[in-house]
């Protein structure tokens, strides 16, 4: 029990380590995945110069058939992320199940009343002479 600060802060660290990992790590894998799909102009930003995505009013005011490309690109690159990650968690279920199982330590011995057994111990009916022995 007096370990239980320091186990609880240590997972709460490596949850927020791992989340940040994970969402670098995907979210490279999407820009990536979706990058790969658009025409090579219309990776350049929402036409405002500025690098990165396109909002909502820019997507609107695209052609149809830009507007559908960026739609399919982003479509894909949601559900490579996904299947990824799905391969990832698949992955970790089995290797959760290899771990071996380590039970827990059980309670302590409950403390003895005076005159009772030990646990283990004979009762003192059992310690005597053997029935029929005539003493």
Do not use: N, W
């Amino acid at each position: 029990m007096r370990d239980m600060g320091v186990a609880s802060s240590g997972i709460q660290l490596f949850r927020t380590i791992g989340g940040s990992l994970g969402v670098a790590v995907f979210g490279s894998l999407f820009a990536r995945a979706t990058q790969t799909r658009l025409p090579p102009a219309a990776g350049a930003g929402s036409g405002t110069g500025e690098p990165g995505g396109i909002d909502a009013t820019a997507l609107a005011a695209l052609p149809a058939h830009a507007r559908d490309t960026y739609l399919h690109a982003v479509a894909t690159g949601t559900q490579h992320i996904f299947a990824l990650a799905a391969a990832l968690c698949a992955l970790a279920l089995l290797a959760a199940l290899c771990v071996k199982e380590v039970p827990l330590r059980g309670r302590p011995p409950a403390p003895r009343k005076p005159g009772e057994p030990a646990r283990g111990e004979p009762e003192e009916a059992e310690q005597g002479a053997p029935a029929g022995s005539g003493t």
